[in-house]
């Protein structure tokens, strides 16, 4: 996604760039509300430049807007909140039209069990066992602000706010909170992975797949500041 991007904002201003996202997303992911940022000395307003680019874009990519900002604006750094929301089926196969956005579980949850264990994790904790594949010794404490669980028909949605993530996390949170679902965790059990001298004593939950996972917003709240001495920023 970032290359594709990358390469047609350089067919417009015939220069190369460095292209700066706000949040980064696994494999097979998907993102609703992603920012990023370059700097062009292309003379094309602002505003332009959306439809710029959406016309050499594939169909599956799309710039909703586009705006000029401060020269010293940085879409990851200066983001207050990343929201992502992981959805599970309960089917065992799925529309096509869905396939792609949806993990097939083919189990029953126990979604009211699962909303009652997501508000474990909100606050400052050490996520460490909520991570994959995390560099020897980085930081993994990182503050939730919110971790909804809902259910639509035969479809179990979890919508999870923080100031940032560390690599895998959401996708094992909401595979925590899926095993607890269908019965495979207690609740203390899951609690006891937030508990730095408890957690040795439990597996450490599954990462569902990829394809479940949506980033749906970053917020800069109402004025932009650089937030780099106040949070962590290792890969989401």
């Given amino acids: 996604v970032q290359g594709t991007l990358k390469t047609c904002i350089e067919s417009v201003c015939s220069h190369a760039v460095e292209l700066r996202g ?83 579980s083919g189990r029953k949850m126990d979604e009211g069990a699962m909303a009652q264990a997501a508000e474990l994790v909100v606050g400052r904790h050490d996520f460490l066992p909520f991570g994959e594949e995390l560099p020897q010794g980085c930081n993994t404490v990182r503050e939730l602000f919110a971790c909804a669980v809902r259910r639509y028909g035969r479809e179990v949605r979890i919508t999870i706010q923080a100031n940032a993530f560390i690599r895998g996390m959401v996708r094992r949170i909401a595979g925590g909170l899926f095993e607890v679902g269908v019965g495979r965790r207690s609740r203390d059990e899951f609690a006891s992975l937030l508990d730095t001298k408890r957690r040795k004593r439990v597996p450490w939950p599954v990462v569902l797949p990829a394809r479940g996972l949506t980033l749906l917003k970053v917020d800069y709240g109402r004025s932009y500041r650089d937030l780099r001495k106040e949070q962590t920023f290792e890969e989401d």
Avoid at 25 to 43: I, R, V, W
Avoid at 64 to 78: D, P
Wanted: charged residues 30%.
């Fill in 22 to 104: 706000a949040s980064r997303t696994d494999s097979g992911a998907h993102a609703l509300g992603q920012f990023a940022d370059f700097e062009s000395d292309n003379p094309m307003p602002a505003a332009r430049w959306a439809k710029a680019l959406n016309d050499r874009l594939p169909l599956d990519m799309r710039v909703l807007r586009s705006k000029a900002v401060l020269s010293e604006f940085h879409s990851r750094f200066f983001a207050r909140s990343r929201t992502y929301r992981y959805r599970i089926s309960e089917e065992e196969r799925v529309s096509p039209i869905q396939a792609r956005f949806v993990y097939a």
